[in-house]
């Protein structure tokens, strides 16, 4: 599963790092895994890809567009 890094901004604040390639990767993997277990919820979903049930929908709305 993917994992948050954290980085430090030049003005010193320490934030989560946001990466959009981390991201599209995130919901692909979600997608196919979606995909290779049609008979598992939401929830169950969202939980092995690292995201709430309800984004994980989402995401998959999103994928099928």
Same mark, same amino acid.
């Given at each position: 599963?993917?994992? @948050?890094?954290?980085? @430090? ?10 990466? #959009?390639?981390?991201?599209?990767? @995130? ?13 598992? #919820? ?9 995201? #709430? ?13």
């Amino acid at each position: 599963l993917l994992t @948050r890094k954290k980085t @430090r901004i030049t003005i010193g604040i320490t934030m989560a790092r946001y990466d #959009s390639l981390r991201k599209i990767a @995130r919901n692909k993997q979600l997608i196919k895994y979606k995909a290779e277990h049609p008979d598992l #919820s939401w929830k169950e979903i969202g939980e092995a890809v690292g995201v #709430s049930g309800a984004r994980a929908c989402k995401i998959c709305a999103k994928g099928e567009k």
